[in-house]
């Protein structure tokens, strides 16, 4: 079964990757949003899984969008795939510290003191003159080894590095779920006491849930960061995470591939109705989350399970 | 020795607003165990209806004092009927779920509620100052006030007393806090917890609309003023401890006067400044500051 879903999805992959040069280039720029943007959802995901949503996730995102530009802005440093990583780890440690402190809360707490943390770094960047203040400031044109490509050609590189990050960060999630520490989600969400009993830190759990959630985070916000060309404190406010968490909530915590879509179709919705009825933009959002949650509250991915269900037992009532 | 006194007013004029918007979050949030992001609604259509209508009295050239009161009334009009559509047509069917899930319907609510600002008032901003302009300043010493924050801080005070005095001194407010101490047990004995609960969001609305009333003629009423609000509301509620009404007023206190002393002193802190209180507050305290210790269930 797993394997046929790793299967299934690599085939994707390499259809959305071959894809690329017959597409026109504003879809490879949104596609490559999407799937940047899913990566941060995947970390969400992780969080998810024990019950533990961050309104605050746009941290990592604005430290790993920031940490592209600032070392393109201070020693003109470009190579994208360095960059990257480079997003990733700071973000990673950035959550590695805090999680000391985020480790020990749930529930609400956890979501309002990640809000609040995200909340700090706006502030700090917001009021930073040297780094653009609200306006922010642009990041170099990305490079790979040396070559430095323009236009459409820079556009579909970005694209298929974010298919290959997305494809590395599938592989070990979808790893991490079936490992002991992932496979204890489900039961730290229902009782963590009796989790305990068993001999487990659900602290040291949660830590590590909430450091893959920051790589992620950062890896997603260095993409994003290259892609516009543009970082602004903006990517830090609640209202970045509460995207996030709303893109979540839509794809559900079943299935890896499920943030993948979900933040695809966020995007595709978003340039859409943006375009075409701006006023209404946020109350459509707005209604798509209110109505997921009180008939899918399981998310779009149960959708599969539920037709999976189906095809396995034909002939049974569903 | 103006500074301090700058900051000590500044920030009680300051504490003054947040408690009023923090005690209705907190109120339904010890009450229901429901964080209110909708709450920032209830304070964005508070100051539209404020600024609606001062427009009516100004031109109705009516008598400050009355179009004020007026102001106010219309507003937690508006946001009581928001309360009751929202408690009885939507939170009643969530109820039992999650504690994060419905943060996440009220979000929706919200992120619905930010368009339907849109629809009914348009996309210019309101300037609603005319009460600001006709209370007039007064000096005291060196220090210039308007007559307008001593308003405000006596309108928090009254609402910081009123809040008290009813939970400990009338029957509904001894029968909320049997509720909010132990819902189960309340409801064991005979208490009609869901018309508690309607009344408690009720007046947790109202209030957020009567924050957004007194701040309607300080501010430029816009889109996107619930946005900010909730997220101060939401740092002032877990300085003092969720829950707690003495702790969303010791919060906005601590809120308000870090806010203004950095104001004064550091002018580039000053969005910083709140939310690391906050963060410090909670590394100290994890829970807040006014907060029953709470036992592990198994």
Not at chain 2, 144 to 166: P, R
Request: a neutral charge; hydrophobic letters at 60%; charged letters at 10%.
């Amino acid at each position: 079964m797993q394997a046929g879903a790793q299967w299934v999805g690599g085939l994707l992959l390499l259809v959305a990757a071959a894809a690329a040069p017959f597409l026109p280039n504003w879809v490879v720029s949104l596609a490559t949003i999407a799937f940047a943007n899913a990566l941060v959802v995947l970390g969400l995901v992780v969080l998810w899984r024990v019950g533990l949503v961050s309104f605050g996730q746009a941290l990592y995102y604005c430290i790993g969008a920031y940490a592209v530009a600032l070392m393109g802005r201070w020693i003109g440093f470009t190579d994208a795939i360095a960059l990257v990583l480079l997003g990733g780890i700071v973000a990673g440690l950035t959550a590695a510290g805090i999680g000391f402190l985020l480790a020990r809360y749930r529930e609400i707490f956890f979501a309002m003191l990640s809000l609040a943390l995200s909340m700090i770094l706006y502030g700090v960047l917001v009021k930073t003159e040297s780094l653009g203040s609200t306006d922010g400031f642009s990041v170099l044109t990305p490079t790979f080894f040396g070559y430095a490509p323009h236009g459409a050609q820079l556009s579909r590189a970005l694209y298929w590095l974010t298919l290959a990050i997305d494809a590395i960060a599938a592989l070990f999630v979808g790893l991490y779920f079936r490992s002991v520490a992932g496979a204890l989600a489900a039961p730290i969400r229902d009782n963590e006491i009796r989790v305990e009993f068993l001999g487990v830190s659900v602290t040291s759990i949660i830590h590590t849930k909430v450091v893959i959630a920051g790589v992620l985070g950062g890896l997603g916000g260095a993409l994003a960061a290259m892609t516009i060309g543009h970082v602004d404190p903006a990517m830090a406010y609640w209202t970045t995470s509460g995207g996030f968490v709303f893109v979540t909530v839509l794809a559900g915590s079943g299935y890896v591939a499920a943030a993948f879509i979900g933040s695809l179709v966020f995007e595709v919705v978003r340039s859409f109705a943006v375009d075409v009825m701006p006023q209404l933009w946020q109350m459509t959002l707005g209604s798509v989350l209110l109505l997921t949650i009180l008939f899918l509250p399981e998310g779009l991915g149960s959708l599969v399970s539920r037709l999976k269900r189906r095809v396995m037992k034909p002939g049974t009532a569903p | 020795m103006l500074t301090a006194s700058a900051i000590l007013t500044d920030g009680l004029v300051y504490a003054a607003y947040l408690f009023i918007v923090a005690v209705g979050l907190t109120l339904i949030f010890g009450v229901m165990k429901i964080l209110n992001v909708t709450h920032g609604s209830f304070y964005a259509f508070g100051a539209y209806g404020a600024a609606t209508a001062v427009g009516i009295y100004t031109n109705g050239d009516w008598n400050a004092a009355l179009g004020f009161v007026f102001m106010l009334g219309l507003a937690m009009a508006i946001g009581l009927i928001m309360g009751i559509i929202l408690e009885r047509g939507l939170l009643r069917l969530v109820y039992g779920k999650d504690e994060v899930v419905i943060v996440l319907v009220t979000y929706a609510t919200f992120l619905i509620l930010e368009d339907v600002i849109g629809l009914i008032w348009g996309t210019q901003s309101y300037g609603a100052y005319q009460p600001m302009i006709s209370a007039g300043n007064i000096e005291i010493g060196e220090l210039v006030l308007s007559n307008y924050d001593i308003v405000l801080v006596v309108i928090a005070a009254a609402v910081a007393f009123a809040a008290y005095w009813s939970l400990k001194y009338t029957r509904y407010g001894r029968l909320l806090t049997t509720v909010i101490y132990d819902r189960e047990t309340a409801a064991a004995f005979g208490i009609n917890v869901t018309l508690v609960y309607t009344v408690t969001f009720l007046i947790g609305a109202a209030l957020g609309a009567l924050g957004g009333a007194v701040m309607a003629p300080k501010i430029s009423v816009t889109l996107g003023i619930g946005v900010e609000v909730i997220v101060l509301a939401f740092a002032v509620v877990a300085i003092g401890g969720m829950g707690s009404i003495e702790g969303a007023l010791v919060g906005a206190l601590i809120v308000g006067i870090c806010r203004a002393a950095a104001v004064h002193l550091m002018p580039q802190i000053e969005l910083f400044v709140v939310y690391g209180v906050m963060a410090l507050v909670l590394v100290a305290r994890p829970y807040g500051l006014f907060v029953r210790a709470q036992p592990r269930k198994i």
